[in-house]
Each structure stands twice: as C-alpha cells, then as structure tokens.
C-alpha cells in the first residue's frame, strides 16, 4: 500500500522538475530566503525594493520562490556579477 500512496498523490507534483509558478510552502519567508541566501533581511529587504531579486507580492507580504531564487543566482554567476546585489 505504501507503494501505491506514493505514486499517486501531490508528492508527485512537488518532486516533479521546477515550474515558474510557486504554490503555498514552495514560497520562503523573508527570513528564510535571506538564511538560504546566507545576507541579512536588511540586504534582502533592499533588493527587493530596488528590484534586484524576484519577490512574489502577496497583500503586503513578500515570498521568495527558491526556484526563482536560484534561476537569479545562475544569471548572476553568468554574468560575472560575483556580488549578489550588482
């Protein structure tokens, strides 16, 4: 019976390669994408005000999708912007 419940199911989905859309806990909080990204809320905070980081807005709170984190991340090691905010 284990087998088949993990078959089927939302596990297949999460496990499933990156989309662009973030759901529900896919999305970090402040402090959790600013500990991933080992700065400070502060820095996080500023980047995203200035729109160097991509920020989901929902309300007045703001997520991170870690995809999307990690997509900007590539583009910034292509690009040879070694610091994250340049």
């Known amino acids: 019976m284990?087998?088949?419940?993990?078959?089927?199911?939302?596990?297949?989905?999460?496990?499933?390669?990156?989309?662009?859309?973030?759901?529900?806990?896919?999305?970090?909080?402040?402090a959790e994408a600013a500990k991933a990204l080992s700065i400070s809320e502060r820095t996080l905070w500023?980047?995203?005000r200035s729109n160097q980081i991509p920020a989901v807005h929902i309300g007045r709170s703001v997520?991170?999708?870690?995809?999307?984190?990690?997509?900007?991340?590539?583009?910034?090691?292509q690009h040879g912007q070694h610091q994250l905010g340049s």
């Open 46 to 48: 500023t980047f995203t």
């Open 2 to 30: 284990i087998d088949s419940f993990e078959a089927v199911g939302p596990w297949n989905e999460l496990l499933s390669p990156p989309q662009e859309v973030c759901y529900g806990d896919l999305l970090l909080t402040p």
């Open 63 to 77: 997520r991170y999708c870690p995809d999307s984190l990690r997509e900007w991340i590539t583009q910034k090691e």
